[in-house]
């Protein structure tokens, strides 16, 4: 599985943008889909995830009630949008997919596959 973050880029506190993860294959129906984060100087840190059929979500507090994910089994992508966004926002968006069990997890460790990143950076 490959999986291809993009999206990122340089908005104003306040602003939205939209990330999008693509994955290759034909299972990606499958897999548990999660968004992480990583800050200069800082553990990557989770974001959120989406069970396979979309039905359910889980958020870190830090972004609950701001940012959203979604997915489009159809097109084999998962999204991350995030509104009002805040400097401490700031850090470079990794999309994973989790093979087995079929169950949300924020353990990154769990997550089968990464993408490769996209750079979100939050001017105040």
């Known amino acids: 599985v490959q999986l291809q973050a993009s999206g990122g880029g340089l908005v104003q506190a306040g602003g939205s943008l939209r990330l999008s993860c693509a994955a290759s294959?034909?299972?990606?129906?499958?897999?548990?889909m999660g968004w992480f984060r990583q800050a200069p100087g800082k553990e990557r840190e989770f974001v959120g995830a989406?069970?396979?059929?979309?039905?359910?979500?889980s958020y870190a507090d830090s972004v609950k009630g701001r940012f959203t994910i979604s997915r489009d089994n159809a097109k084999n992508t998962a999204y991350l949008q995030m509104n009002s966004l805040k400097p401490e926002d700031t850090a470079v968006y990794y999309c994973?997919?989790?093979?087995?069990?079929?169950?949300?997890?924020?353990?990154?460790?769990?997550?089968?596959?990464w993408g490769q990143g996209t750079e979100v950076t939050v001017s105040s």
């Open positions: 294959g034909r299972t990606f129906g499958n897999y548990v």
């Open positions: 994973a997919a989790r093979v087995y069990p079929r169950v949300l997890t924020m353990r990154r460790y769990e997550y089968d596959y």
């Open positions: 989406i069970t396979q059929g979309g039905s359910t979500t």
